[in-house]
């Protein structure tokens, strides 16, 4: 299967809307939206970047900047922060447009020292930052994969098989789902995250036991966020 197509790519993030708009009316209402075509397509041009499908999808249901002025005070100006379970703020469209702009930037301005390996790469299209995007998931423009960055370690890719299996992800959270009751099976199948390895790598540097797959558990995650 093309990984553009894993997970429902009609219903982005469907499971975890519904869950925000019966518990948490405020924070689904703060989702904003509907985005416009035009205003994606705007991006994709100034981003020089087409959208995975799934991606364009949210954003024409969700767009949390569509409408708004940006007063530029901030990289991450209006990121959602009620919605992801381990931190991180879910991006609108100028967020995103920023965001990567900010990491292309810092990548020319300092070299990873390994040419094939950068800190940054022009495919890929930051979703979730922090305020000021030194950790954070991407979206691989190419394949609809999605990895995470964080400064200090190397971006780990293909950590979700799409955006869909993401936010399948964050529902499951929602929901309370034990890791162990969760479905899916394989390197990047659409329930099935892989490692995460700038967290575990920093959970293991601070004496915190982690397993090499499987969810990281929610103390180390809150560690790690409030270490930032």
């Given at each position: 299967?093309?990984?553009?197509?894993a997970?429902?790519?009609?219903?982005?993030?469907?499971?975890?809307?519904?869950?925000?708009?019966?518990?948490?009316p405020?924070?689904?209402?703060?989702?904003?939206?509907?985005?416009?075509?035009e205003?994606?397509?705007?991006?994709?041009?100034?981003m020089?970047?087409?959208?995975?499908?799934?991606?364009r999808?949210?954003?024409?249901?969700?767009?949390?900047?569509?409408?708004?002025?940006?007063?530029?005070?901030?990289?991450?100006?209006?990121?959602?922060?009620?919605?992801?379970?381990?931190?991180?703020?879910?991006?609108?469209?100028?967020?995103?447009?920023?965001?990567?702009?900010h990491?292309?930037h810092?990548?020319?301005?300092v070299?990873?020292?390994?040419?094939?390996?950068?800190?940054?790469?022009?495919?890929?299209?930051?979703?979730?930052s922090?305020?000021?995007g030194?950790?954070?998931?991407?979206?691989?423009?190419?394949?609809?994969t999605?990895?995470?960055w964080?400064?200090g370690?190397a971006?780990?890719?293909?950590?979700?098989?799409?955006?869909?299996?993401?936010?399948?992800?964050?529902a499951?959270?929602?929901?309370?789902?034990?890791?162990?009751d969760?479905?899916?099976?394989g390197?990047?199948?659409?329930?099935?995250?892989?490692?995460?390895?700038?967290?575990?790598?920093w959970?293991?540097?601070?004496?915190?036991l982690?397993?090499?797959r499987?969810?990281?558990p929610?103390?180390?995650?809150?560690a790690?966020?409030?270490?930032?």
């Open positions: 299967m093309d990984l553009r197509e997970g429902d790519s009609g219903q982005v993030g469907s499971r975890m809307t519904a869950w925000l708009a019966r518990h948490r405020a924070a689904f209402a703060a989702l904003g939206g509907p985005g416009s075509p205003a994606v397509r705007a991006a994709e041009l100034r020089g970047v087409a959208l995975p499908e799934q991606v999808q949210w954003f024409l249901a969700h767009d949390i900047d569509a409408g708004q002025p940006h007063a530029m005070a901030a990289l991450v100006e209006r990121g959602h922060p009620d919605v992801l379970p381990g931190g991180g703020l879910l991006l609108g469209l100028g967020d995103v447009e920023r965001v990567r702009l990491l292309l810092t990548a020319d301005a070299p990873s020292g390994d040419p094939e390996a950068p800190s940054w790469r022009g495919e890929w299209v930051p979703i979730v922090e305020r000021d030194f950790h954070g998931k991407f979206v691989h423009a190419s394949t609809g999605v990895g995470s964080c400064e370690f971006p780990v890719e293909c950590e979700y098989a799409s955006l869909s299996a993401f936010f399948e992800e964050v499951d959270e929602l929901e309370g789902v034990p890791p162990a969760r479905s899916g099976s390197a990047a199948s659409a329930r099935d995250p892989l490692p995460e390895g700038p967290l575990r790598l959970a293991r540097a601070h004496g915190f982690v397993h090499d499987g969810r990281v929610r103390h180390v995650r809150e790690y966020e409030a270490s930032r």
